[in-house]
């Protein structure tokens, strides 16, 4: 048998040690046979091959499987599955570097009596010995601690702590202490799946309540306080009249959902001056690449008529800013849409709205990809549709567009792939970065002084990607800081102030109000380019703001304190996170405020030979002169009559 390594394409090749019936061959590895030190590898996928020797002609043949393994501890910081991939082509997968301050369990659910968890009780075959599970009060210091003694399969255990025990008013975090080889060991409980499906919650006699929360770092949290009162009960009752209102809403939506449906088959002709629709994020925005096209055709071309199509949340900018805009999901929406001759967006528009032979769509996009899309993404796991739905409704609305812009060569292979695009890719840089290129220091101070951020100090942004973790239950959301505001302000408070970006179902659950005077929250703010130009550092982990930020030249810090957790969650990178990125990657909070003192002090990557490669790979392309680029394009068919 041939194992190869899919990254690093190293080899191992191991013998048959025995034929068994039924035409079965046996192999034995040894899992730490299959991962090796390297500063930039810490995941390994190795693919089977069967070698036959046995004629002349050497065969090597691609190893299928269904089999999929359940995730097996190697060390305290490594550990193995059998995988197949979405061909069913056998893989072995090994992690290595994962924390050895963490446990990994299966469940942990509330029942009426008690509180359960399931995990495993072996570290590569070798039993773990006086198991105990800890709870820590984060309130007062106190734990309950509660000896392993069951086992629920072989190789797992299940324990149930008395929910009765759990004190009143505290919080508590799970740990489990156990004895390896000799050796003690207590270790924080961490999930890593969402808690969907599971039960969080437990009413106790005497109004009291327990919920189980997962926090920012998969850590798991236990909850006990005084439940509603009567009359905040019945205050709270009186809230389900919104829910009634709710479901009317939702027969509304529908209703006007068939009569948008309606109304885009009904036939329409052009209007005779030439209009544009721009769009940007289905509406939720006047923003990005088509709001930068849009200012520049206002300055060059007034006499077209420009139209915003939004929700109702913009009319306020759109008025304050004098741009004729037009409601979505409207009649005159519709008949806008389908008499003008140009549509500009960054996102997709419903599947329902029906596209004239006469306009032109140009999309922008909205980002240069790092996590995988479209037909690359091998395993559709959405509610509501299958991976062959989704890939062909993907295909079919990509390919609605006349002109796809796109950044990059990386983007344009990944745009054809991903996408299955057959039509004209206008590969010109982002429109919305040519601010990035083009805008002075002295507009800078004034950005800085419009967003009230002191001239004199050092800015640092905070712009993670969204995690679905972070949903609790259907409109509300739960969010930490994966790194401690006292202690940044300590190393850092004198003379930097930190500005976060949020996702915006996040940005609601954030109190900063005891930091106020050195961190600014910018979420909702619209203009991401401002944020850039006024920042002196970006720290991300997955978000694909890195791409647009690296045009500054300015240092990039990535802190991926889930990493392994999410990329299993994920659908995959089309880059190699761990060598393709072009700054350093802390793992804790520790490593991240060193690498933020580090950074500050090299305020221009001009001089790092890896930055400029990634800004040579990925930014080179733009001159700054993008929204021309379109607004050109977009001319040029207005005068050739196409």
């Known amino acids: 048998m041939l194992f190869v390594e899919k990254n690093s394409l190293a080899s191992v090749m191991k013998p048959i040690t025995k034929l068994l019936n039924h035409n079965i061959i046996r192999v034995k590895i040894n899992a730490q046979d299959f991962h090796f030190e390297a500063a930039d590898q810490t995941e390994f996928e190795w693919q089977i091959f069967l070698v036959d020797n046995a004629t002349d002609q050497k065969n090597v043949i691609q190893v299928e499987s269904e089999y999929l393994s359940d995730r097996h501890q190697l060390e305290l910081t490594s550990y193995y599955q059998f995988n197949s991939d979405a061909a069913g082509m056998a893989l072995f997968n090994i992690r290595t570097h994962q924390s050895d301050q963490d ?20 570290i590569n075959g070798t039993p773990i010995k006086d198991q105990r599970i800890i709870l820590k009060n984060r309130v007062n210091d106190g734990k309950l601690d509660y000896p392993v003694s069951q086992t629920m399969f072989a190789g797992m255990f299940k ?34 799946k969402s808690l969907a499906g599971q039960s969080v919650e437990a009413d106790l006699p005497n109004n ?16 006990e306080f005084q439940g509603a009162s009567l009359l905040q009960k019945v205050a709270a009752a009186g809230g389900k009249a919104h829910g009634v209102l709710d479901v009317c809403r939702m027969v509304q939506d529908k209703l006007n959902l068939a009569r948008m449906r309606f109304l885009f088959k009904s036939g329409h002709s052009p209007y005779e001056n030439t209009t544009i629709i721009f769009e940007s994020f289905g509406g939720r925005q006047v923003s990005d690449s088509p709001y930068a096209i849009y200012q520049l055709f206002k300055t060059l071309y007034p006499g077209i008529r420009m139209v915003w199509s939004i929700d109702r949340s913009q009319k306020a900018f759109c008025k304050q800013n004098q741009i004729s805009y037009v409601i979505r999901r409207t009649n005159k929406w519709v008949r806008v849409l389908e008499k003008s001759q140009f549509w500009i967006s960054n996102a997709r ?15 922008t996009w909205h980002g240069t990809p790092l996590k995988k899309l479209g037909l690359d993404i091998e395993n ?4 509501g549709t299958t991976t062959a739905k989704y890939h062909r409704n993907f295909v079919k609305e990509a390919n609605r567009w ?12 990944i745009f054809r792939s991903a996408f299955g695009f057959n039509n004209q890719i206008l590969k010109i840089g982002y429109p919305r970065n040519d601010e990035l290129i083009n805008t002075a220091p002295d507009d800078i101070t ?29 409109g509300k959301y739960t969010f930490e800081l994966p790194f401690s505001l006292d202690d940044f302000h300590k190393s850092f408070g004198e003379d930097t102030v930190l500005i976060l970006r949020m996702h915006y179902l996040i940005s609601n659950a954030l109190d900063i109000s005891d930091y106020s005077d050195f961190v600014y929250d910018f979420s909702n703010y619209p203009n991401i380019s401002d944020l850039y130009l006024v920042s002196d550092l970006l720290i991300t982990d997955y978000s694909s703001v890195f791409f647009d930020y690296a045009y500054l030249k300015r240092p990039i810090l990535f802190y991926p304190y889930d990493y392994h957790l999410y990329k299993e969650e994920l659908r995959g990178f089309y880059l190699n996170y761990e060598r393709d990125l072009p700054g350093k990657i802390a793992h804790n909070s520790e490593e991240l405020l060193a690498e933020i003192h580090h950074a500050l002090g090299h305020s221009d990557m001009s001089a790092n030979q890896r930055f400029m490669n990634f800004y040579n790979r990925f930014c080179a392309i733009n001159d700054g002169l993008s929204s021309l680029k379109v607004v050109n394009y977009v001319m040029h068919q207005i005068e050739s009559g196409v």
């Open 446 to 474: 004034a950005i800085k002084n419009q967003l009230g951020i002191p001239l004199d100090k050092k800015v640092v942004m905070y712009a993670p990607t969204y995690r679905d973790n972070q949903f609790a239950e259907k």
């Open 159 to 192: 324990v149930a702590i008395p929910l009765t025990d759990i004190p009143k008013d505290s919080v508590g975090e799970l740990f489990v202490e156990y004895t390896l080889n000799d050796r003690q060991i207590l270790q924080r409980m961490i999930i890593s």
């Open 402 to 413: 006349d002109a796809l812009v796109s950044p990059n060569d990386y983007s344009t292979q």
């Open 349 to 363: 528009f419903p599947s329902w709205v029906k596209k004239p032979s006469y306009v032109t769509y140009i999309q």
């Open 380 to 383: 559709v796991s959405m509610p």
């Open 208 to 223: 009291r309540v327990i919920t189980i929360e997962k926090r920012f770092d998969n850590g798991i949290l236990v909850k």
């Open 103 to 122: 446990f990994m369990i299966n469940s942990v659910n509330l029942t009426d009596t008690d509180l359960e968890i399931t995990g495993y009780n072996k």
